[in-house]
């Protein structure tokens, strides 16, 4: 068997990978944003409360953590071949000081997580039973991951940071091949952009309707952009008067899952704080009183981002 050693002098840094995001945010953005509320859509589905979902991919992360200290690597059908997965102990303080709930939520959602037998002790063992919620196998996460990054490596080999592209079919197998370690660096970008994104808002629900806002007017600006516009001059698009149009609040709950009559009261919440502004029609779009705080934040996703794509496509070379 012949073993490839990578070299380190060929190697993808995140330094390289973030100036790309940056310069090329206007094709890549929209892309990226977009996947993130599909994955958001099916956080809530699992249990129509985001936290929920954010203790079990929390606790599932401290497993994958553990899998890697002790080498241990397993493909995606090798991960999913039982219903539940064994996971370290923990405690309400942990996972309150860690995730951003309050500490009398946090023990109130653990103790219906194991109420609903989701969470279960088994004589020594604390396990997480994938059967007892709304799961799915994460198949169109690895495939929206695998176009997104498909797309970021074509950008990527135009500016000489790759020698070549990855297509999206060559990134999935990988991803599924090595998938207990992808999908643990997956959870590194995603865990702390939750709890960044809540201590602004507060709430996931009222984050989750208004990240669809701003998918929405990705969208829109892509259309209004050039080609290849970097992230400030893509971003300062989105307040070019009224060419960049809104959504009302039945097209968000139906995109959501969340309820109607919630989605108006959060969606009042958020004009109030001037995150949001509505116009004569009933929709909505972002303020520009808001650019200020969007932008640090944004730059703070496309870094793990721009991290999490480096390190995959690091592992996406040994196997050319």
């Known amino acids: 068997m012949v073993i490839k050693i990578p070299e380190i002098s060929s190697q993808i840094y995140k330094e390289d990978t973030y ?3 940056d310069s090329r945010y206007s094709v890549l953005g929209p892309a990226w944003v977009s996947s993130q509320m599909e994955w958001f859509n099916g956080i809530y589905a699992c249990f129509h409360d985001h936290d929920k979902f954010l203790i079990i991919i929390y606790l599932t992360k401290k497993t994958l953590d553990f899998y890697s200290t002790n080498l241990t690597k397993l493909n995606f059908d090798e991960f999913f071949s039982c219903k539940t997965i064994e996971i370290e102990k923990f405690n309400v303080a942990e996972i309150s000081s860690e995730l951003q709930i309050p500490k009398e939520s946090a023990r109130r959602k653990i103790v219906e997580l194991e109420e609903e037998g989701v969470i ?5 063992k604390i396990i997480i039973d994938r059967s007892c919620f709304n799961y799915s196998k994460p198949l169109k996460s690895i495939k929206r991951i695998s176009y997104f990054l498909s797309s970021f490596s074509a950008m990527c080999s ?3 940071v790759l020698s070549k592209k990855f297509t999206s079919a060559e990134l999935e197998v990988i991803i599924k091949k090595d998938f207990s370690h992808i999908w643990n660096l997956y ?12 201590k602004i808002f507060k709430d996931f629900e009222t984050f989750h309707i208004f990240g669809t806002c701003v998918v929405n007017q990705h969208l829109h600006a892509k259309k209004l952009s050039g080609l290849h516009t970097n992230r400030n001059n893509f971003i300062n698009s989105f307040f070019s008067g009224t060419k960049t149009l809104g959504v009302n ?3 968000i709950s139906e995109i959501t ?4 009559a919630t989605v108006i009261r959060k969606l009042q919440k958020l004009v109030k704080t001037k995150n ?11 303020s520009g009183s808001f650019v200020s705080l969007l932008k640090p934040l944004q730059k703070d996703a496309l870094i ?3 991290n999490f794509s480096a390190k995959v496509f690091n592992i996406a070379i040994l196997y050319k």
Not at 257 to 260: H, Y
Request: charged share 35%; proline share 5%.
């Open 304 to 306: 793990r981002l721009a």
């Open 276 to 286: 949001l502004m509505i116009d004569e029609k009933k929709l909505y779009r972002l």
């Open 158 to 160: 135009e500016q000489k």
């Open 187 to 198: 959870y590194e970008l995603q865990i702390p952009m939750m709890t960044e994104y809540k």
């Open 249 to 251: 609040a039945m097209s």
């Open 257 to 260: 899952g969340i309820p109607r």
């Open 120 to 124: 279960r002790r088994v004589n020594k």
């Open 19 to 21: 100036n790309v995001l």
